[in-house]
C-alpha cells in the first residue's frame, strides 16, 4: 500500500463513519434502538412470502442511512448471506434469518464465531430445536442491544 492509497481509504471510512453512524453517532444509536424493538415474531409470515422484499424494508425503517449508502444490490446480497448461514447454523426459520441477517448487518458476516461475541453462538450448540435456538439468540441479542444503550447513554450524558 501507498501512502496516497491509505489516505484514500481512510477518507472513505471517515466519509461512511459521518453519513451512516451520523454527528454523535446519533444514526447508529437510532438504529440500534429501532432493532432492539424489532418485534421478529411479527414478521414470520410475510418473510416466507416475500423475503427480500420484507427485510429490504424493515432494514430501511431500521437503518435509512447504512441502506442508502450501501445500495440495494449488496443488501440483497447480504440476505442471502443470511438465509445460508441461518440455514447452516440450524435457525433457518423466517425469525432465524431475520435474526441472521440483523447480526451480519450490525456485527458482521463472522459473528457466529467472533471472538468478540462468543455468547452470541453458545447456545446454537445445545439448543434441540430450531425454535429453542432461535428464541434464545433473540433474548442474548435483545439484552446485548438493551445494555449496549445503557451504556452508550451514560457516557454521552
Known amino acids: 500500500f501507498t501512502d496516497v492509497t491509505i489516505c484514500h481509504e481512510f477518507g472513505h471510512c471517515l466519509l461512511y463513519t459521518s453519513v451512516v453512524h451520523g454527528p454523535n453517532n446519533c444514526f447508529i444509536t437510532n ?6 424493538d424489532v418485534a421478529l415474531s411479527s414478521l414470520s409470515h410475510s418473510l416466507e412470502r ?13 437503518h435509512p442511512q447504512r441502506c442508502t449508502y450501501l445500495g440495494q444490490e449488496p443488501l440483497l446480497q447480504m440476505l ?10 440450524r435457525i433457518g426459520t423466517p425469525k432465524g434469518i ?5 447480526l451480519i448487518l450490525t456485527v458482521g458476516h463472522g459473528w457466529s464465531q467472533d471472538p468478540l461475541y462468543p455468547w452470541l453462538s453458545s447456545d446454537l450448540e445445545w439448543c434441540e430445536s430450531s425454535a429453542q435456538r432461535v428464541n434464545s439468540l433473540h433474548r442474548r441479542v435483545k439484552r446485548y442491544l438493551r445494555l449496549l444503550l445503557n451504556y452508550q447513554n451514560k457516557t454521552i450524558a
Open 31 to 36: 438504529a440500534l434502538e429501532k432493532l432492539r
Open 50 to 62: 416475500r423475503f427480500e422484499q420484507t427485510a429490504l424494508d424493515l432494514l430501511a425503517e431500521i
Open 80 to 89: 442471502r448471506r443470511s438465509r445460508d448461514q441461518a440455514n447452516q447454523l
Open 98 to 102: 431475520a435474526l441472521t441477517a440483523g
